[in-house]
Nanobody, 127 residues
């Protein structure tokens, strides 16, 4: 089983950038597809981005497309979420997650598809 630890969150002004990291331990992150989700206060958890095991395929929520970029470095056992042009509505706790199962295009945005989760990192964007 893999353990995931997010870092890189913080307070940033609107228009700014942050890079979140998701470091894996216990097993190689290359064994998993990796997703990022977020949850704002009073709202349901929502899908942000996902990258395949190989790093070839990436999926994004419409709300972040063109502003966020997911990447991974399997040699460093770490995945990343580069967030640019941040908006106040991006404020949330961000979670990384690992999917050990086979690829299912219908379920890439579904949280229940992921088997392991980190503890989350807070991102706050001020206006």
């Amino acid at each position: 089983q893999v353990q995931l630890v997010e870092s890189g969150g913080g307070l940033v002004q609107a228009g700014g950038s942050l890079r979140l990291s998701c470091e894996a331990s216990g097993r190689t992150i290359g064994s998993y597809a990796v997703g990022w989700f977020r949850q704002a206060p009073g709202k349901e958890r929502e899908f942000v981005a996902r990258m395949s095991r190989s790093g070839i395929s990436a999926y994004y929520a419409d709300s972040v497309k063109g502003r966020f970029k997911i990447s991974r470095d399997n040699a460093k056992n770490t995945a990343y979420l580069q967030m640019n042009s941040l908006k106040p509505e991006d404020t949330a706790v961000y979670y990384c997650a690992a999917d050990a199962g086979p690829f299912d295009p219908v379920r890439v945005r579904v949280g229940d598809s992921y088997d392991y989760w980190g503890q989350g990192t807070q991102v706050t964007v001020s206006s």
